[in-house]
């Protein structure tokens, strides 16, 4: 009898989960480096989300991603989560350790970093505020970004006041909370622009914000990707301002998971941004 080791899965979970991109990216890397494995994207309903994460290592998983609506409670069926998880209180990657335990972990602040260094090099993250559209799970990861690379304020403002206050009470004293109604004023010495929410997105409203204080120095960035330049990054562009959409964060945000369950940290490039755009 032959002894085969088992293929590695991974994937991603979420409900419902036919629109990730992510299968296409790993896919992608699994054949550029000549990887056994597969990543299989999972629907999962939130009653279902603790009893089929735990089946998963049991089937040969040794991780997934997490996307919405699970992020949040996953905190609350992993063994280990990092401090990073913790602080922003949700999680995208899922590691299944060897001794059983489910480790937690969130990268995509570090994935949001890393798309704005690779594409805006000559962005200095210390050089003035950072507005900050939404309050939600992706607006957390990046309040602590860019907390950690060393804004100097960030101004939040969200349509929900609550949610934006509850954010400000868990990051501190650098983040302030404004009035949704006031954002086109807050933009005069912004040096970073950061839209969390959806809107914008293909088949939501769109953003309406006026840019017309908007600083033409400042970076724009936009955690949507669908359509790659939404409305809001063509107007910031038409100021003059350096813009940087989102596909960039969702491909450094996969590379850690991917090293951690393939063993071979991917190039984010422009090949594997082709890949996505046209898989």
């Given at each position: 009898m032959t002894d085969h080791p088992r293929i590695p899965l991974a994937g991603v979970i979420g409900h419902p989960i036919a629109h990730s991109r992510s299968p296409v990216l790993h896919g992608y890397w699994l054949r550029r480096y000549g990887l056994k494995?597969?990543?299989?994207?999972?629907?999962?309903?939130?009653?279902?989300?603790?009893?089929?994460?735990?089946?998963?290592?049991r089937l040969g998983f040794v991780g997934v991603n997490v996307t919405i609506p699970h992020?949040?409670?996953i905190l609350h069926i992993a063994?280990?989560?990092t401090d990073r998880a913790a602080l922003i209180g949700a999680a995208n990657t899922l590691i299944f350790r060897k001794d059983g335990k489910i480790h937690a972990d969130n990268t995509d602040g570090s994935g949001f970093i890393a798309n704005l260094r690779q594409n805006a090099p000559?962005?200095?993250?210390t050089s003035g505020p950072a507005v900050v559209l939404g309050a939600g799970g992706a607006a957390r990861a990046v309040v602590a970004a860019l907390i950690e690379v060393g804004v100097p304020e960030i101004?939040?403002?969200n349509r929900t006041r609550a949610r934006a206050d509850a954010l400000r009470s868990d990051f501190g004293a650098k983040v302030h909370v404004?009035?949704?109604v006031q954002v086109g004023n807050l933009l005069d010495d912004a040096a970073t622009v950061v839209n969390t929410t959806s809107l914008g997105m293909t088949g939501k409203p769109e953003l309406s914000v006026p840019l017309d204080?908007?600083?033409?120095?400042?970076?724009?960035?936009d955690l949507v990707y669908t359509p790659?330049?939404?409305?809001?990054?063509?107007?910031a562009e038409a100021t003059g301002c350096t813009v940087v959409d989102g596909l960039g964060m969702l491909l450094h945000q996969a590379a850690p998971g991917f090293e951690r369950w393939f063993g071979i940290r991917p190039d984010v490039d422009d090949a594997t941004r082709k890949a996505v755009l046209q898989g």
């Open positions: 494995g597969h990543y299989i994207p999972i629907d999962i309903a939130p009653s279902d989300l603790a009893d089929l994460t735990r089946t998963l290592p992020k949040e409670a063994d280990i989560v000559n962005w200095m993250p101004r939040l403002a404004q009035e949704w204080r908007l600083n033409p120095r400042a970076l724009v960035t790659l330049k939404t409305q809001f990054l063509i107007e």
